[in-house]
């Protein structure tokens, strides 16, 4: 009885821990850290707000220098080359990232990021490397998309196969808004999938049958068998 | 004279599976970290985790037929409790891809093994059940450090501390073993 009372309140005290974070943290298939939502989805549970980024670019040589614009949560990161911007009239490069306080839902595509704004002082003359993050409580983005307005409309700049876990990489050739998503008239990309989604609670529910279903009769034919061997035991 | 000393103390023997157990699962997670490593990762740190059970006889790890049908069943259910919070939540959980399925299995056998079966036993043997249950919990915790956020980590400590006390009061591996496959399958 001693050890079933420890197991009950095993199971007490991880049923309070695992409700208080978001479900996904067994073996670390999840992203690296929880996704920063503007609109979280209602699974996310406990949620902080996306970060911005600022960064000043040097002109070195009348060539602006490379450097990295990311915001400090790591969801959005952007490469820029040597000479990556039109420096005419410039002492240096200001590039700010910002994410929309908004959830745009344009026609057709289902956006699982946030959408961010990156605007710089200077345009973009050559083609930079753009890193997106998601999360790990929505389907995979099949792109990147990009817009002037967040209103729309958006057009795809695809993906590049190359890409950590949880992460979408493409190239840009001008700045404006961005976001990873997936053409919500098809279904979502990667969609064979096992568990999670909505599934879950059918997983559970069966399991739990199972267990009552297979437990019973179990339970029932080692009592007869702990009678039949104790009657066994009285008559010897 | 090294592994003389590991094989002849059990407290040694102990904290040199510890150490072998919580390598293998950072390097893992550090290798994860590169493009296209995740698979090949899971599968590799899983066989790296079960060479942990080299040495121990079955039943000194929990596997051995006793009762089998009834561990098969406590697996299930501890799969329901672990599944249960993200169940309840809002019905909706992150998504295993399915290319992923088979890595899952690999580590949640790999990771059992380890922890509540090799480790379990040597802790014992070093320490008794407290030693044991609060050394496997400790480890897996520390083991998760670089894999996952800092705030998941209370939630990986008392998944860890379920499974151990499951080890502790059935005598048992299957069920932490079918209970923790199942949960990093559907979650």
């Known amino acids: 009885m001693r050890r079933l009372a420890w197991l009950a309140a095993a199971v007490v005290f991880y049923s309070i821990a695992a409700w208080s974070v978001a479900p996904g943290f067994y073996d670390g298939f999840g992203p690296p850290q929880p996704y920063n939502f503007t609109c979280p989805p209602p699974q996310a549970g406990a949620n902080t707000k996306p970060s911005s980024a600022h960064l000043d670019i040097k002109i070195i040589n009348g060539v602006s220098d490379a450097n990295s614009a990311f915001t400090d949560d790591g969801q959005i990161v952007i490469g820029f080359l040597p000479g990556a911007f039109d420096v005419t009239g410039k002492t240096g490069i200001s590039v700010d990232i910002t994410p929309l306080d908004t959830c745009p839902k344009p026609p057709g595509i289902e956006f699982v990021t946030n959408v961010y704004r990156v605007t710089a002082d200077a345009p973009l003359v050559k083609e930079s490397g753009l890193t997106v993050r998601y999360s790990n409580l929505l389907p995979d983005p099949a792109a990147v998309y990009q817009a002037s307005d967040p209103s729309g409309p958006w057009t795809s700049l695809g993906r590049s196969d190359q890409a950590q876990p949880y992460t979408v990489n493409t190239r840009i050739t001008k700045l404006g808004y961005f976001a990873a998503g997936y053409p919500s008239t098809s279904p979502a990309p990667d969609a064979i999938k096992v568990g999670g989604g909505q599934t879950l609670p059918i997983v559970v529910a069966v399991l739990i049958v199972v267990v009552v279903l297979a437990g019973l009769p179990l339970a029932i034919v080692r009592r007869r068998r702990g009678s039949a061997t104790a009657e066994d035991e009285e008559e010897d | ?187």
């Open chain 2, 1 to 187: 004279m090294v592994l003389s000393v590991v094989s002849k103390r059990p407290l040694a023997r102990g904290l040199a599976l510890g150490g072998y157990v919580l390598a293998v699962e950072w390097a893992r997670a550090v290798v994860m970290r590169a493009p296209g490593t995740l698979f090949p990762a899971l599968i590799l740190g899983g066989a790296a985790l079960v060479i942990a059970a080299w040495g121990w006889s079955p039943e000194r790890l929990g596997l051995g037929r006793k009762r089998l049908a009834l561990r098969v069943l406590g697996g299930f259910a501890l799969g329901a409790v672990l599944l249960l919070p993200a169940a309840v939540r809002s019905g909706a959980a992150p998504l295993l891809p399915a290319g992923l399925a088979l890595a899952a299995v690999a580590i949640s056998i790999g990771e059992e093994v380890a922890f509540r079966g090799a480790l379990y036993a040597a802790l014992d043997d070093a320490g008794g059940a407290p030693l044991a249950i609060g050394g496997t919990t400790v480890l897996w915790t520390l083991a998760h450090a670089l894999s996952h956020p800092p705030e998941f980590l209370g939630a990986v400590f008392a998944a860890g501390l379920l499974l151990a006390l499951w080890r502790w009061a059935c005598q048992d591996l299957v069920g932490p073993i079918i209970g923790h496959v199942i949960a990093d399958l559907a979650l």
